[in-house]
């Protein structure tokens, strides 16, 4: 008659074989008699099998790390994971992806980092949120530079300095490209425009040739009753428009000296013994 080994039992006499102690659990002695020798691991750790002689077979489960014996095993800390039972460290996620949840047991507890933010290092650091006014548009982005202008801003790839598109300009892709002039004829008034839609015929009163945005007004003596780039026209002979911005030809009227219908377009000179002090489409006056 032999002893039953370490981590097995043997309740009743005869010629029974000793009985293995269930996987969790071990004993160290030798000769046991009763299943109650076979002890439970600590607390988050485990045997890999059946019939366990020493609790240095209590190995940390996956999720947890510590020494064998399973007295110490302490969870896998938020952005780290383990997915094997044992003495390994947790391993941490890769960057460009987070965990949130304590004692992991796989990788794919490991998620993404959302567009519109950044992970540049391992571990349990959370996602960085981009710079303002820029954004990733990709999961999983390991780098700051990933995060680009948005459209209607400009500025490096980083997102540190991104700045909205003037007035007159527009910008319709993120990125590091230079905001757009509006073509010529053409002006916008709000910042950060991200379409060329955005760019409105110079109205009339107004003319554009040089693009840009810089609709600027018709001068007094001149009009446009059109919209886009052509130039302001000038009054007729003999008349003149006294405001900046006229939009209607109708806006010159005669000189003083000078009478004729608004529009200017037949202005006749008073004639000898006639008058006329101000602009406009009044007759001229005889002399007392």
């Known amino acids: 008659c032999t002893a039953c080994e370490p981590g097995t039992y043997k309740e009743v006499a ?42 240095t077979d209590c190995k940390c489960k996956a999720g947890y790390t510590g020494p064998d014996g399973g007295g ?19 391993v941490p996620c890769e960057a ?21 933010t950044y992970k540049e290092t391992l571990g349990p650091q959370e996602c960085t949120t981009c710079p303002a006014f820029s954004f990733t548009f990709a999961e999983a982005s390991s780098l700051m530079q ?12 980083g997102g540190s300095n991104c700045t909205a598109c003037e007035p007159g300009t527009y910008k319709e892709d993120a990125g590091n490209a230079s905001c757009v002039p509006c073509e010529a004829g053409k002006y916008s008034e709000g910042r950060a425009a991200d379409n060329s839609s955005t760019c409105q015929a110079c109205p009339a009163g107004y003319t554009g040739p040089d693009g840009g945005g810089n609709c600027t007004a018709c001068e007094p003596g001149t009009y446009k009753e059109t919209l886009g780039p052509q130039e302001c026209t000038t009054c007729p002979a003999f008349s003149f428009t006294f405001a900046e911005a006229s939009s209607l030809m109708q806006a010159c009227v005669c000189k003083a000296g000078y009478t004729g219908p608004d529009g200017g377009s037949n202005c006749t000179a008073c004639e000898p013994g006639t008058y006329k002090e101000d602009a406009g489409n009044a007759s001229c006056v005889p002399c007392e």
């Open 146 to 157: 990933a995060c680009v202008c948005k459209a209607g801003y400009t500025g490096p790839d």
């Open 72 to 90: 110490n095993c302490t969870a896998c800390e938020p952005g780290t994971y383990k997915e094997d039972a044992g003495n390994a460290s947790c």
């Open 96 to 116: 460009g992806k987070y965990s949130e949840g304590r004692a992991a047991d796989n990788s794919s507890t490991c998620q993404a980092c959302p567009p519109g």
């Open 14 to 55: 005869g010629n029974a074989s000793c009985v293995p102690c269930e996987a969790g659990k071990y004993s160290e002695g030798r000769a046991a008699d009763n299943s109650s020798t076979c002890q439970a691991c600590p607390v988050n750790s485990w045997t890999a099998g059946v019939g366990s002689g020493s609790y």
